[in-house]
């Protein structure tokens, strides 16, 4: 689940990113930049339900 929050974080922020870049709003695409790394972090981390992976991070 955490894979596809991610993913779907990371598309958001790149469209942010994209439309700050268009119309010219250097917040709004700082903003998207931020949000696509908070979701490429989230794609990165194991996911919850499946416990075996922390264990395999740990060895």
Known sequence: MGKV????R????KAKQAV???????ELHEDGKAEAERGREEQGQ???LNPL????QLT
């Open 5 to 8: 929050k991610g993913l779907k």
């Open 10 to 13: 990371r598309i958001t922020g």
């Open 20 to 26: 700050g870049e268009i119309v010219g709003d250097q």
């Open 46 to 48: 194991p996911s919850e």
């Open 53 to 56: 992976k922390k264990l395999h």
